[in-house]
């Protein structure tokens, strides 16, 4: 084998989501010598991040003062909020939460945002590399973490090297920055390594489901805000959607669902397709086109099950901290504010980590955390409880006594007959994309069908044994893009692994109720190709 070939940095950031660029922006205006890199395994910037999203632009001013002259290219300031609660047939208007007033906000493609902000980052003497997957973390003699290894190019299913292979370089760094989003590959292995959630309860997930839609002239109110919830999630599963109109006739829309559900036959893809052709919804959409579509985990923990932040020679920011505020539905300010705090403490602190976990938990960022840490939980009671806990936490700014428990998302889910089904009370679907595998093509996501699967399952003799007894295969079911298959041939049941559909969201990993799937990165630039979402 030969050498590595080496590149050093003395900060290499993995993630160029809003926390890794903001933080690589932040840090370079404080000290300009420091040589950083941030690393993005897209195969440009900004086609995998997914997100609503509608920012609070506080952070943002504070990072970048004139962005407003000359803003991202989806920026369309919010005007109105609604909030409906929905039945089979319609819905109610209710009174906006108060986390929920967006006035003041914008509603961006987060995707869109990241493109504009990575330039700005290299006018300040980033090196922004697209296309690079960290495959792996490097660490010193003393087993600190001393910076990441690049994923070999042109490797064959089987393991073989094909005639374009390229050896994976390793890059070094004094320190190395983790802002690869929600349930981050590298970030698993650090924090099981370190053990950074032995104090903290088990990290919560939603799966969030996106469409961006080209409606016909007129419909469109640029900066209007639909929320809603009820129909069609029964009572003890945690969901919502969010409508946003945007500028040009164009409307971003999605389903969350939350991981902790506990019915096996729950799909949440499904969910956000019936959601759309609600009788309040369908008018709309009926004559427009889907332009893109996507999905993505989101971390809905909270305050109570953030881990350690910091590691020796790494830290933990944004996203793959867990610091989105879900009351709120909003992270990236939180993700900006984080990025920009780590600049800021390793700046003044001749880039040591120690004492970032302490400063980021003495900030605004844990301080709005801690506000609405029983919000999300107590959902897990009901509809009902949930609604009633969450306007007692408002009205007492979270100042109840105590602090509700998170568990494990794929611990709750139930077994076959554990629970009597609940009614689904679907209706017919006539809005496109008719199946999974129509939604995937919106998502433009490509992978060389010749290179090792990325999806790792442990032991895959559980699959048509235990799990098609116990759950019925539930990945065919929580997966959004059609990648798990339980197939019949001659020598019987096995699983198929359809890798190349896979749009990145990382369900699988969370919610696979035996905990043998792991998700891996798979060659740098393989994945999905969103567009403005």
């Not at 759950?471 to 019987?492: H, K, L, M, S």
Request: glycine share 10%; charged share 20%; proline share 7%.
């Amino acid at each position: 084998m030969s050498e590595r070939e080496i590149m050093e940095y003395d900060v290499v950031v993995v993630g160029a989501g809003p926390a890794g660029l903001s933080f690589a922006i932040r840090l370079k205006q404080l000290k300009p010598d420091v040589s950083v890199c941030v690393i993005e395994k897209a195969s440009t910037i900004g086609a995998q991040i997914l997100s609503g999203a509608v920012i609070e632009p506080q952070p943002l001013d504070a990072l970048l003062p004139g962005w407003r002259d000359n803003p991202p290219p989806i920026c369309v300031p919010a005007v109105e909020d609604e909030f409906w609660l929905l039945s089979k047939t319609g819905h109610r208007s209710l009174p906006i939460p108060p986390g929920m007033h967006n006035k003041g906000n914008f509603i961006v493609s987060l995707g869109a945002m990241c493109a504009w902000l990575a330039p700005q980052a290299e006018a300040l003497g980033v090196d922004v590399f697209p296309g690079f997957a960290a495959a792996d973390n490097i660490y010193d003699e003393h087993g600190a973490v001393a910076g990441v290894r690049i994923g070999d190019m042109g490797v064959a299913k089987d393991g073989s090297h094909k005639s374009g292979y390229t050896q994976g370089i390793d890059i070094k760094a004094k320190v190395t920055v983790l802002a690869e989003g929600a349930r981050g590959s590298l970030s698993k292995q650090l924090i099981k390594r370190f053990k950074l959630d032995q104090d903290s309860d088990p990290q919560g997930y939603s799966i969030g489901i996106k469409e961006l839609w080209q409606l016909p002239a007129g419909r469109v109110t640029p900066g209007k805000i639909v929320h809603s919830f009820g129909w069609p999630a029964d009572s003890h599963t945690y969901g919502g959607s969010f409508l946003y109109h945007l500028d040009k006739d164009r409307v971003a829309l999605g389903y969350v669902s939350g991981l902790d559900y506990s019915d096996p036959n729950y799909q949440p893809w499904e969910a956000f397709q019936q959601w759309k052709n609600h009788p309040s919804m369908k008018p709309l959409l009926e004559g427009g086109s889907i332009l893109s579509a996507g999905a993505r985990a989101i971390v809905t923990g909270g305050w109570q099950s953030l881990p350690k932040l910091e590691m020796p020679g790494a830290l933990l920011i944004g996203d793959t901290a867990g610091l989105l505020n879900v009351p709120k539905i909003k992270g990236t300010h939180q993700a900006i504010r984080s990025g920009m705090l780590a600049a800021e403490h390793l700046a003044g602190n001749a880039l040591d980590p120690a004492g970032f976990d302490a400063k980021l938990r003495g900030s605004e960022v844990m301080a709005e955390l801690k506000k609405v840490r029983n919000i999300k939980p107590a959902f897990k009671k009901g509809l009902w409880i949930g609604m009633l806990n969450a306007a007692w936490e408002t009205v007492t700014a979270g100042a109840s006594p105590w602090t509700l428990k998170n568990k494990a998302d794929w611990s709750s889910l139930h077994k076959l007959g554990q629970q009597e089904e609940p009614r689904r009370d679907y209706v017919q679907r006539e809005l496109p994309p008719r199946d999974r595998l129509a939604g995937v093509y919106f998502a433009a996501t490509e992978h060389d069908e010749d290179q090792p699967v990325h999806l790792h399952v442990a032991d895959t003799s559980i699959c048509v044994t235990r799990c098609a007894e116990e759950y019925g295969n539930p990945c065919q079911r929580f997966c959004p893009a059609n990648v798990y298959e339980i197939v019949q041939d001659e020598a019987g049941k096995r699983l198929q692994i359809n890798a190349a559909n896979c749009v990145h969201c990382k369900t699988c990993d969370i919610k696979d109720p035996y905990q043998i799937i792991n998700w891996v990165t798979p060659e740098g630039g393989s994945g999905p190709n969103y567009q403005n979402l």
